[in-house]
Structures are given as C-alpha cells and as structure tokens.
C-alpha cells in the first residue's frame, strides 16, 4: 500500500515538475496544492486538475511562444550581424573550420572543435565563447585581430545567458505524413511480399528433370514450346564446375580421372571434393568480399591505410569453408560484439566480423566532424541495405525515396543505430592534417589474441617528456632570430627542432600504438551514449528537425519482429530482423545471388536493386522455392549450391540454336548455360596454375598489414612498392593487397570490382587495353616463360610411367592445351603449332646469326621480334583460328632495353615456346567458361 502510494506521489511530482519547467516556477505553487489536496480523492480528480489548468494555461503558451520569437529576432538582429563580421572568416562551413568549431550553426557551437562546446545555453560564464571574446586567457584571445566592445561581449553575453535562441529550420510539410503510394506499393510490389510457396509443376517431359528446379525451368520452357539443348560434355563439365566452385582450373590428372570414371556418382563425388576443398571458400568468400566494398584503404581525398582489414577477409573465407549459416553469418557481421561468445576465439571473430560495417570509404579530411560522422552512417546504410536487402534506402537521406516505399523517417531510424555505435576504423578527421593525425588509437578494437608486450608506463612517459621538451625549443626557435641562424649540419636551428619534434612524436606514437602491443582488428562497438536520432533536414548534417525512434525499415513488417533495446545501439535488434526467416527479401536477395554465381545472371537481373526500378523474377515461383530451401536446410551456402550444381539445368551444354535465339535471345528461360568470361582472379590465377608456379598456401596477414596511418599516394613509394608485391606475389589472388585507388595491374585489366559500393555483379567489358595487358604486362610474359620452362623440362607426360621415353614436342602441345585450356588439342592445332614452332625458332635464329655478324639487332632478342620477324615471312595466316597461337607485331617501349625485359631469351627453342605459351594464354578460349 506505502509503495502504491510512493509511486503516485512520484508521479505527481513528475506532471507538476514538468508544468513547472514550462510554464514558470512561481505560477506552479498553486498548481502543487491543488494536486495535494486532489490526492484524497484519487488519480481521476489528480487528472481534471491538470487538464484544467492545461485549459487555463493558454495565454502562458503564448506568452512562451511571443517569447521565443523575441529571441531569435534578437539573435537576428544583434548577435547574426556579430558573428558574421567577426567569427565566419575562420569558423564556417563557406570558408573555414579551424580548431574544428563552427559559429554559424547552433549545433556546431554545442558541439564546439578542438577545446570543447563553445557555449552552454544559460550559462554565459562557462562558455568558451565568452572566455575567448573576454580575452581574459592569454592561450585563447578571439577575434584575433581585436577585442569586440563591451556593448557586443554583453550581446553574446545575454544572448547564451537566454538560452542561445537560433532561427529554426524549416521542416517540410510532408516529413512523417503517410504517402498513398508508398502504401500501395508495400502491399503490392513482389519483393517484400512472404515467400510465396507454389506447388511444383508438371511437365512434358518428366524424365529430363533430375530436380525440383528442373521442373519450375522445364515448366517455362513448356510454355514456349522450347526444349533445353543438350547436357555438356563430361571434359567441359569438369572445367565448368571447377572454375565456379573453386576459381581454379582442373589439373589435367582431376580431367583424366573423371573421364576415365563412368559410375553416376562421378559428377557428384568430384562436386563434394570441390566444395570440402579450401579454394571454395577463397572463390566464394571473394564473392562476398565484393558484395562488402573489401578494400585495405578508406580511397577517397586522403588515401589512409587500413592495416587490419586482412583479419576480415580471412574471417569471411573461414566463414564459407566452414559453412557459417549465413543467418549467422549476418548477425555476426552486423552486431558480433554483441553476441555471446563461449571464448576469447569466439569472441575474437565475432570482433572481427564487425569489420564488414568500418571498411568502407572515408573522408578524413572532411573539416566537421558531425558531417564525417553522418557520411559514415550513410556508407554503413547503403552497404547495409544494398548487400542483405538489395535496397537503396539512402536514397532516403534527403528526403523520401522517390521510388521506393522508405521515407524519410526510415532512414534516420536506422541512422539512430548506427549514430549509436562507434566506428572503430583506427581514424578520425581532420581538415588538412598530415603524417599521423588521422590516427586514433582508441579507435581500435582490441580482440585478445596476445601479441607483442607493450613498453612500460615509465618508458611512455618518458618519450612524452622528450616529445614536450622538444616542441617547447621548436617554439622559442620558431619566432626567434636565434631560429634561423646555422645549426653544426648548416641548416636552419628551427628546421632541426621541427626535425627532432616530427622524429620524437613518432618514436612517441610508435610506443603507445595498441596495435603493437596485441592482437586488433576493426570493426564497431556500440557507443558511451546511445540514443535516437534527429532527421537532418535536406540531408545536411547540421539542420536537425524532429527526433525519429530507432527502428527498421517500414516496408518489411512480421508478427515478432524485434524492438529497439534502448539501453544498446540497436545493432542487434537490427541483426535479428535482417536473418529472420520471415524476412523475405534478405532470403531472396541471397538466393538470387547464388544463382547468378552459377548460372551468368541471377533470376532477378539486378541482383543490387530489388526495388520498384530493379527486374522483375523471371521465374518468381522457383526464385522462392529456392529461398524456402535454404531456409530449410539451415541457411546453408553450400547445400544451395550443390542442389543447384547437380541439376540438369545447370549441366546444360553452352549451344545455342537460331530457334532458341529467335525466342529467347538472352536466354532468360534458361535453355541453354550461358557462357561467362572469366573474371579477374580467375584469369590470374589460371595462368599461375598453368605455369605451375601457383602457391595454394594460405600466406600470412597481408602486405598492407604494414603500412603506418599516414596518408598513401597513388604513385609514391609505398604505392609502387605494393603495385610490384603483387606483380611476383605467386598466391591466390584473393589474397593480394587491395588498397583502393592501387588495383594490382593484373585485376584491373579485367573488370576487378568497384570498392567503394556494392557490387553484387561486376561489369564485363571487352576493351583492347586487355588483350594489350596479354601482350606486354611483365606478369603474363613471366607466366608465358614459366610454362614453357614446365614443357620443356624433364617432366612426365600425363599417365607416363617410369622409364618411358623423354617427351617430344607433340606430347608437349598436348600438354600444353591440357594445361590451359583443359582439353587436347585437334590435329589441326597440332598442325599448325607445329609449324608455328619451327618457323619462329627458325627465325629467332636468324635474328641472331645477324647479330653474331656484326649487325645492328641486339643479339638477346625478345620473342615478340622474332614473332615478328617470323610473321613477316609470311609462317602465320593474318586471321588465325582461336587458340592458335599467334603473336601480333609487337616491338619493346622505346625507354626499355632488353635487359629489360622478362621475356628475353638467348635459346631459339625457349623464345618460340614462350610465344606459343602467351598465345594460349590471350586465346578466347583460356578466357571463357562454356
């Protein structure tokens, strides 16, 4: 009963303290007794009191609304004018940020720069705007060129002292009000409709289907009265399926060994080694890679570092090997701090997992620091929303999505989440800063995994002390004469204490980085403070309108769905309502991209955009019987894969038909397997494997794990030396160092994809840079050397046994198709690679009998002019078939000599392998997966 009465009592207490606040202490006293005198007979009379008063209040209202605009015409008027006169030059968004404070916007002054908030509403005294313009500190003396007047320190004065009224911005009419066909479209548009569970239909042939999914595309066939060609070829096959499972080609032992296996169980057994293999999850993890944006660098105006990021690329290749549930895997990537964790591993990469939020694009010489903030949170939400939900619900920044059913208000809901939650990227910004200062150490996450032990305490303080002493002589040095007389070396005494200052701090920094005394990774935590957040009007940090509750997007809405802890960040809840089962589009996107994977292009073609401007399914009923698979087998990656895999569709053959291309031009129905070229890595990685050179280990961290924070150039020292890292690196490509704006030369040429966004499907252009890159970049020349080297060793023929005779020319024509193009070649090949051989060794030496003779032509010829040479005799046809090797007129660079060159060679026999070996390697048919 006491307690009953207790919480009450407090109650009261809470209407008659909040009445007193807006409407004045001293009008409230009676307002307190009547409340006291009321409790006898209950919280009904307490509430007629109230409402009563509330009734009687009015004119207080608009005494408090008169007085409001009493203020802000007084800031207008007296304290605008100020400002602008004497603060904009150096603190404004138009001209300048020093220190990090801006004067015109109230919440840059809250907010303030480098020392703190400029102002305290109400109180003028503890403001360091008044201290500053008072000038009663000698460190902190504004404006610089002059004190203000006492009549203009009283302005500023009264004007924080009233509580530092600012014009409000105008909120448009339309923010938070219900939109008719954005209530339309969430009720009709197919993508974020529940999966829909169609009975599978019937067929003419019901033989052909070896799967369910065979029926839903024989269906649609059936319909246009088409019929699928016929399966692939067994050879075709095996390459088929190794490259897109793995990324590699088979070896011609793996060929030979499934050729020679005639049990039904052939295809299936070879599809389990592939997916139990470790180059799955290094094909399949880059996929995904690509979907996050991977980069090891934030790009943009200031290239910095980022020397962690490897830990979240080996954890998303982990993740595909292991076969993570990619429900978890989600939760992992978007709240893994927030999970529990049954030991320090666990916990160290779920850490890591988080990384997936912190590496995308940053620019951290943006000057204020709420923009840098809240350009952040946009990166996070359009990576968010792109990769899971294939949405573009930044789009909603500025004002309600104009296609899409996401106001406004949706996108600071999620905003409010991640505006929680503090980005651990190792960085900050700064306008203009340089060397170390965008470097933040509490900006890291440490994960627990040991390291190096950091210096002692005193060893730190020490260095500081070294650091203070130092920049305490730079200073004296710096506006004294004594600064620029002749130090012992002859240079100015200033420029050696900035010397010894710059040499100092770095030792300093050196010693106190986390990262050198343990284990870190990036990634996100949630934040001290949590809390909504406010719409930015127009999308510009600054103009804040009313405060929005944190939540999830409006247009996916199921019974259960979590709600916002508003103790944390709400990157959990948002965790959860992203893998739920019930949410259909992060089902259907996934789905979707796993087929495109497969089979060229996804059921819906734009697998990024799944809104009112992306495709429609061609096959909606299978795209969603798919996703209830998945579902149903755990949220497995690989189960999906291999169900898709051991179709008959997917085992098509790659022909096409006039018939068919009359219908069917883009091969939508999925008649026939599409053809793909191959992409960047595979290209890379295939003529490694060929040159035998290929190193399948998984090597350690990566280069850039020891770049410090500093600023990157594109063509500097460290950018040349990563660019010829990864020119002999001899590991899978996945593994090279990808900072953005330095694509290695070999991923580049092909499409590699675009790291700072999304990229769910990269572009596949035919451009002549690529075949030039076949023709002249050093690493396909090495490779070409490499491979020819492999031939004309003393190796063994495929199924050789010991003992038998050395391999002759024809068993190594064999071999090298069989390497390559991971098939023998025809008698015509044969043939003609004969004959390519003898005429270019033959004219390799004539180049150098001239040579020995006297003659001009360097006697270590390349063996692009002795192609030359061999072609202009007339050995080649100009129009070649494909795969016959053919070099084109190709002369070495004016400023290269040829000792230059990877690809000179003194022996005519080598010189012509090597040529027929690059040959094989810029033929179409290397280059494209039938």
């Known amino acids: 009963m006491e307690a009953n009465v207790c919480c009450r009592q407090q109650s009261e207490t809470r209407v008659a303290s909040g009445a007193a606040k807006r409407y004045g202490v001293g009008r409230m006293s009676w307002l307190c007794a009547l409340i006291c ?4 007979f209950g919280r009904p009379v307490i509430g007629l009191v109230c409402a009563a008063f509330v009734l009687a209040a009015g004119p207080l209202t608009r005494m408090h609304a008169a007085d409001d605009d009493a203020a802000v015409e007084f800031f207008e008027k007296k304290v605008r004018p100020l400002l602008v006169d004497h603060c904009y030059t150096c603190h404004s968004a138009d001209t300048n940020s020093k220190s990090g404070l801006r004067v015109d916007d109230r919440n840059g002054l809250l907010a303030g720069g480098d020392r703190g908030p400029a102002i305290l509403p109400g109180k003028p005294q503890e403001s360091l705007l008044i201290e500053a313009v008072s000038q009663v500190n000698e460190k902190l003396k504004m404006p610089p060129d002059g004190k203000l007047s006492d009549d203009e320190i009283a302005t500023l004065t009264q004007w924080i002292a009233d509580g530092a009224a600012w014009t409000k911005v105008p909120v448009p009419a339309s923010l938070g009000q219900s939109n008719a066909e954005h209530e339309r479209l969430r009720k009709e548009h197919w993508a974020w409709q529940p999966l829909q569970q169609a009975p599978v239909p019937q067929v003419r042939d019901a033989a052909w289907a070896r799967d369910d999914l065979d029926r839903f595309i024989l269906a649609r066939l059936d319909e246009r009265d088409l019929q699928p060609v016929a399966d692939a070829d067994r050879m075709t096959l095996i390459r088929r399926v190794t490259f897109d499972l793995t990324g590699l080609p088979p070896t011609p032992a793996e060929v030979s060994g499934f050729l020679k296996d005639a049990s039904p169980q052939a295809f299936e057994r070879l599809v389990d080694r592939l997916l139990a293999s470790p180059a799955w999850g290094e094909r399949w993890g880059r996929h995904w890679l690509d979907v996050a944006r991977y980069g090891e ?7 910095m570092p980022y020397p962690h990021a490897w830990r979240y690329r080996d954890y998303v290749i982990d993740a595909f090997n292991n076969d993570k549930p990619y429900d978890r895997f989600l939760r992992e990537q978007i709240a893994g701090d927030l999970l529990p964790a049954t030991s320090v591993a666990e916990k160290a990469e779920q850490l890591v997992a988080t990384g997936f939020l912190a590496l995308g694009v940053k620019d951290v010489n943006q000057r204020f620091k709420v923009r840098y903030i809240m350009d952040n949170v946009d990166e996070q939400i359009d990576t968010v929303t792109r990769s899971v939900l294939a ?6 920044r500025c004002h309600d999505h104009k296609f899409d059913p996401i106001p406004t208000t949706d996108y600071y809901a999620l905003a409010g989440i991640f505006r929680s939650s503090d980005l651990c990227a190792g960085l900050r910004s700064r306008m203009g800063g340089g060397g170390l200062d965008y470097y933040d150490t509490q900006m890291l996450l440490p994960i627990g995994l040991g390291g190096p032990v950091l210096p002692t305490n005193e060893k730190i303080a020490q260095a500081r002390r070294a650091v203070d002493v130092a920049r305490a002589e730079f200073q004296r040095l710096r506006e004294a004469p004594e600064g620029a007389e002749p130090a012992a070396d002859g240079r100015p005494k200033r420029d050696v204490a900035k010397e010894s200052v710059e040499r100092l701090q770095a030792e300093l920094d050196a010693l106190s980085d986390p990262a050198a005394g343990g284990a870190m990774a990036v990634g996100v935590r949630d934040s001290k403070t949590v809390g ?8 510009e940090a600054e103009k804040l309108g009313p405060m929005v509750p944190r939540g999830f997007l409006s247009l996916v809405q199921f019974p259960g769905q979590p709600q ?9 809840e948002l965790a959860w309502w992203l893998s739920s089962d019930q949410n259909p589009l992060t089902l259907r996107v996934m789905t979707n991209r796993i087929w495109q994977h497969l089979f060229g292009e996804g059921l819906v073609k734009t697998v990024d955009n799944f809104g009112v401007h992306g495709d429609v399914p061609s096959h909606p009923e299978l795209l969603d019987h798919l996703a209830a698979r998945f579902v149903r087998n755990g949220w497995s990656i690989k189960k999906l894969v291999r169900a898709l895999v051991l179709s008959r569709t997917y085992q098509l053959g790659a022909e096409a038909t006039a018939a068919h291309l009359a219908v069917d031009p883009a091969n939508r129905l999925v008649w026939r397997h599409s053809p793909r070229r191959l992409d960047a890595e595979e290209i890379r990685d295939a003529i490694l494997a060929a040159s035998g050179r290929l190193n399948l280990t998984h090597p350690e961290a990566s280069p850039a794990k020891a770049l410090r924070i500093v600023e990157l150039s594109n063509n500097g020292p460290e950018a040349k030396r990563l660019v010829e890292q990864a020119r002999v690196n001899l590991h899978r490509s996945v593994y090279l160092p990808l900072l953005r704006g330095i694509t290695p030369a070999a991923l580049e040429a092909f499409d590699f994809a675009e790291q700072g966004m999304v990229t769910g499907r990269r572009d596949q252009t035919t451009v ?20 020819a080297a492999r031939l004309l060793a003393r190796v063994e023929r495929d199924g050789a046994q010991p003992g038998d005779a050395e391999p002759d020319d024809l068993d190594r024509i064999h071999r090298a198709y069989r390497l390559t193009v991971c098939r023998p070649p025809t008698s015509h090949e044969v043939d003609r690679a004969m004959r390519y051989l003898s005429e270019y060794e033959e004219a390799q030496r004539a180049l150098l009998a001239l040579s020995n003779a006297g003659n001009a032509t360097p006697a270590a010829t390349t063996t692009a002019e002795a192609a030359a040479a061999a072609n202009a ?10 795969v016959v090797p053919v070099n084109p007129d190709e002369r070495p660079r004016a400023d290269q000599s040829s000792s230059d060159d990877p690809l000179v060679v003194r022996d005519p026999r080598a010189a012509a392998w090597a040529s027929f070996c690059q040959a094989l390697f810029s033929a179409a048919e290397f280059r494209y997966l039938r």
């Open 391 to 396: 949405l573009t619900a930044s789009c909603a």
């Open 564 to 572: 916002v802890n508003p103790r944390q960040s709400g990157r959990l």
């Open 297 to 303: 660098s934030t790009g943009s105006s200031r290239n």
């Open 532 to 539: 909504d957040t406010e719409v930015r009007i127009r999308g």
């Open 768 to 787: 002549a840079p690529q075949a030039l890159y076949l023709l002249n970049d050093p690493f396909v020349r090495d490779g070409s050397l490499a491979l």
């Open 37 to 40: 005198r009321a409790r006898r």
């Open 873 to 882: 005799g007339g050995a080649l046809p100009p129009k070649p078939e494909p």
